[in-house]
């Protein structure tokens, strides 16, 4: 089953991207492996098995999460929305640090965005009418009652009042332990300069063609009405 995204994700010419690249091992705008950083003390991989399944979403920040279309509706359709939704904001700073998000390693907001927060409250709302919600959903355990609403309804719990922006640079890992800290140190010295003057001026849609496969970067679409298209 094809599934689409809609993320925040930095242009594909822009530093950010070829950084968050390398650090995954994987550019979903290219379809190419990419070659990650070496950890001080860490072999390939080691390190590769701390990243296996963030790396298969590509370098992102979930804004609507992957779901399948509607029979009536078409990818050229989808992109369409899409681009008018961009056309609706202004480009934002997003300053963004690294930062533990539970048990896994990411970029997050240095603070609160307003613009942020409803351009994601726009894309969930705005792409859920194409979304075909005929399959049941599989249960997910951790979550409180307000997230178990929200992902019966949206399929997905960190909608809304419960959005939590992040750009992930690692699976699971123990707090603490010698992996996340060398992980943790290398992300500060190689996302170091890159992150303060950070601006938001469009949004991305990805594509998962079968399920398990990777995401691959469909197209950037511009708040200014560009529309790159890209190999997914």
Do not use: N
């Not at 950010?16 to 379809?31: H, K, M, Y």
């Not at 950890?39 to 920040?61: C, F, I, P, S, V």
Request: aromatic letters at 12%; hydrophobic letters at 40%.
């Amino acid at each position: 089953m094809t599934r689409y995204a809609v993320y925040y994700a930095p242009r594909p010419d822009s530093e950010l991207w070829r950084a968050g690249c390398e650090w995954l091992g994987w550019d979903a705008a290219s379809g190419e492996a990419a070659g990650p950083p070496r950890l001080d003390g860490m072999d390939a991989e080691t390190q590769a098995g701390l990243t296996r399944e963030a790396a298969r979403y590509g370098w992102h920040a979930t804004l609507k999460a992957p779901f399948a279309l509607r029979r009536d509706v078409d990818q050229d359709s989808l992109l369409r929305r899409v681009t008018a939704l961009a056309q609706a904001f202004q480009p934002f700073a997003l300053p963004l640090q690294v930062d533990w998000l539970g048990d896994f390693l990411a970029l997050r907001p240095q603070h609160v965005s307003p613009e942020l927060d409803e351009l994601a409250a726009a894309c969930v709302a705005g792409f859920e009418p194409l979304a075909d919600r005929a399959a049941p959903l599989k249960p997910r355990a951790g979550l409180d009652a307000r997230q178990q609403t929200l992902y019966r309804r949206w399929g997905y719990p960190y909608v809304f009042e419960q959005f939590r922006f992040h750009m992930t640079l690692s699976d699971s890992l123990a707090r603490g332990s010698q992996a996340a800290d060398a992980l943790e140190k290398a992300a500060r010295r190689r996302f170091a300069g890159l992150l303060d003057g950070l601006e938001v001026a469009g949004i991305a849609l990805f594509v998962e063609r079968e399920q398990g496969g990777p995401f691959r970067y469909l197209a950037y679409c511009g708040f200014d009405g560009e529309v790159k298209r890209y190999g997914g």
